[in-house]
């Protein structure tokens, strides 16, 4: 008996779809023709934030019969806490309606001649001038 020889033949992978039905350009290359976008769906939408989704479930209804949203339901809670004399409660309360009291700092600066801004901060935060470099000795 005489053994056949056989020979395998070279597949040639066919490209993607996408890719094979590809549009020319006018210059015959492969890519987007001009004025054609890459992305026509655009940018995916961002995540919403936590006080975006917050604010959305505040306006959702909260009682069953629809005459208060859940953010109504909990501030009244709030104010249950307040009257039962929770200090975290009137803070929360007092910080909202009458809005958190600004803070400020007062100084005395005497100084004579020129200063440069650098040298009038650092004054105005080591006022005796006891920086931390000066070493007692």
Do not use: H
């Amino acid at each position: 008996m005489t053994a056949k020889k056989t020979t395998k033949k070279k597949v040639t992978k066919k490209a993607p779809a996408k890719k094979r039905d590809m549009k020319l350009n006018p210059e015959g290359k492969g890519g987007w023709q001009k004025g054609q976008s890459g992305n026509p769906k655009g940018r995916p939408p961002k995540a919403k934030c936590i006080p975006d989704l917050l604010k959305k479930i505040g306006e959702e209804e909260g009682t069953r019969d629809g005459e208060s949203t859940k953010l109504e339901v909990v501030l009244r809670r709030v104010y249950s806490y307040a009257l039962q004399g929770k200090p975290w409660a009137v803070q929360f309360i007092a910080d909202r309606t009458e809005g958190k009291p600004k803070q400020s700092m007062e100084t005395e600066v005497n100084f004579s001649g020129k200063m440069t801004v650098t040298d009038a901060m650092a004054l105005v935060l080591d006022p005796e001038g006891k920086g931390a470099d000066d070493s007692d000795e």
